[in-house]
């Protein structure tokens, strides 16, 4: 019998709710969100020994959010680790068990290590990671700790205080190998953290990095391989967020055209490709090379049979999108309406955006007291789910068009001034244009109700 990706992910939720169910406490918000993400990194991409859960050349898996400590249980017990039985599983959070509300660090168990206080799980993860850095090759071997960090572990300030000590040791690698570039250890380096800066909100510090890897990487391969296609891959989504759309988009097109050359058959990275091209595309309001993009995306899902649970939320917003600027904003509304309730739990980020897009959608239809609700709505999901600089600043600016169409200038001034420094922290300088020219309109409306 075969069992799908997808039926894994869906196991790994059912234990971890069934045995918060019958602890009457934990948090449930984990082990629904991450299960697809930890199963991929557990059947695909961790090296590790079941029978040996403290092999020395074993990858390291660090849950900084270990609140939510029933997804790494239920992980646990389906890879076959002894310490995880179905009964410790049902003990969990019971006095002697294994399976405690905060684990915080069994390493014989198979718990590298989780947070006990918020961020602590990071902060151990670095370390874990340079401590590698230095063993790997002493033993010959690329050893590796990924981590599953939450947004709240971001807050407290061990994290950047964390996050400082890694951007330190990269500098060190940089200093100990002075004027020698390309280096297949620093470039390898590089492109993780570029990856990383893009992620939590920082296009404009990726950017110059991602754009030196994928020179080096080039260099040291002679060659477009995967490792120079993950980097165009990366560089793509740093120009993307900073609002550089025609170099993200040539960049992003190239991404799919070279890894098809290297990769005939459908893969994840396939799927993922496409879909950053449609990302890319998205504020060309291109609406049928969006729509290929996203086509094509869909078709590939299908075929691989392995989709991330979010991955069809953003395609049915972006969708949405597509519908409203074709003119049919009330088939856009609709669907946004039932993709809002799908979102609300599990997938805050996605629900934040869709509060956006129907903001966006009501303003062009005129709709702008209904609009203004919506909008209001966004930025205030956007400030409880923490979201990137970039999505907070779509959100006021929305809120802002909306205070210019029912002549509030004072206002949209004050939101199109929050948005403004929003774009500013993510150096969005289009974005920031567009802004600017905004509130000299709103400081007209202002000058004109005087």
Known sequence: ????????????????????????????????????????????????????????????????????????????????????????????????????????????????????????????????????????????????????????????GLFAEALSTAELALQRTRQALGPVRPHTRLTDQERWYADALVRCGRPADAEPIARQVVIDQRALDSEFTRRVVNAMSCHAMALADMGRTDEAVAMARSVVARHAELSPQPSEDTIAFCHRHAVCLLPTRRVDEIAQALDRAEQLYRQVGDEPAVAPLRRQRMRAQLQAWSGDGNAALASLERLDDRTRHDHPLEWARVARVRAMILRLQGAWQAGLTVAREAVDRCTAVDALQVDQGHARTEWGLLLLETRDGAGASEQLTQASQHYDRAQVLPSLLRVDAMMGLARLHLLAGR
């Open 1 to 156: 019998m075969t069992v799908t990706p997808r039926e894994m992910a869906h196991a790994v939720r059912f234990l971890a709710m069934d045995a918060i169910t019958r602890a009457g406490d934990g948090h449930p918000g984990t082990p629904l969100g991450a299960a697809d993400i930890c199963t991929a990194l557990f059947n695909r991409h961790l090296k590790f020994d079941p029978g040996c859960p403290q092999w020395p050349d074993r990858d390291r898996f660090v849950q900084s959010n270990g609140h939510g400590s029933t997804l790494i249980y239920a992980l646990l017990h389906l890879a076959g680790y002894e310490a995880f039985p179905i009964e410790q599983v049902r003990a969990f959070r019971e006095l002697g068990s294994h399976t405690p509300g905060h684990p915080e660090y069994e390493p014989a168990h198979g718990v590298e290590v989780t947070t006990g206080p918020l961020g602590q799980g990071f902060a151990n993860g670095v370390g874990m990671a340079m401590a590698e850095a230095h063993l790997g090759p002493l033993h010959g071997e690329t050893l590796r700790t990924l981590g599953l960090l939450s947004n709240t572990c971001g807050r407290f």
